[in-house]
């Protein structure tokens, strides 16, 4: 880009897969935002952008179609493939009148278990063919790419017919031994609820489902889990212990008891997970806490002593489970993330005190 100028699309998303930026902010008033390795950057060679600008920007994306939903909506959430920068995930939205954008750079590739850092029950978890597996944490923290491995595992090992619901997908996959069906909310089906019902017609072994938003989605979810499948979720929750409440707090007094039967038999793990800046801040890396679903954890769920789910989780490390405190304390002592961080970070953080004691 030359200095000062007014930017295209071509340009602004060149410049994020050069910088490796996992987001950027597209503001009036500013000039393009980029996030790298956490942190927000400002462009240091472009005008700050007009609300012209964007409405420019925001063409170069939208059909007709899309164009009218937005001014009926006021913000959407949709799926780019771009020729050079592969696909992103644009959310728009209105401010003060002007529509900006936040865009997330989507992963080219799948990477490695080790790459990403993640724990090695993921991939026993991505090893059973039936029951639930949450995947859970605040936006932004890598959900939907863990999600994207454990397909990629089963698509790379098994056949089966896997079909996942997204809002929007993020990252294609091929189909390997697997058959793969991607559908986006939005431009293929309504709602998750409802493309959710109708999936169970379709002979499906794995469903992947890019987030339980409501009700009728958890509840198919459940359902659809103990009648043999595999049934792969996200939600927005801090923890572990918190996605099982979260879950059965939702529902009802006259259902709790039959929710909570179901996700005692069919829950098989939870992964909640954090991403954390470094000590140098060039990059972030992750911390997580997983719940496997032990006959203790079963159990524990179905007599409705939830509030014990975390003292049994710390206990039972033999069976593969673990604190997001023995993640932040493992990344603090191998000089990976300052202390400050670790404690942001934690859950509990008694817990964590007590583990940089030890």
Known sequence: MNDHTKVTLDQILRVARQYNASDLHLIEGLPPAYRVGGDIILASNCDPLTREDLGGLAAEFLNEEQRARLEREREMCISYRHPEC???????????GAVEMAIRMCNLEVKTSADLGLPEM???LAQLTSGLIIITGPTGTGKTTTMNYIIDSINSSRRAKIIT???PVEFEHQHRRSLITQIEVGTDTRDFAHCLRHILRLDPNVIAIGEMRDLETMETALAAAETGHLVLATLHTPGTVGTVERIVSSFDGPR????VMQLSSTLQGVVAQRLIPTVDK???VLATEVLVATSAVRTTIRDGKLHQLYNVM?????AGMHSMEDSLAELYRRGEIT???AYAAALVPEQLKRLLKD
């Not at 710390?314 to 033999?318: L, N």
């Open 282 to 284: 060039k990059r972030r």
């Open 86 to 96: 592969g696909r992103i995930r644009l959310s728009l939205y209105h401010r003060l």
């Open 314 to 318: 710390i206990t039972a490390r033999s």
């Open 256 to 259: 709790q008891p039959q929710v």
């Open 122 to 124: 993921v991939d026993k």
């Open 165 to 167: 619901i997204e809002d």
């Open 339 to 341: 202390l400050d961080n």
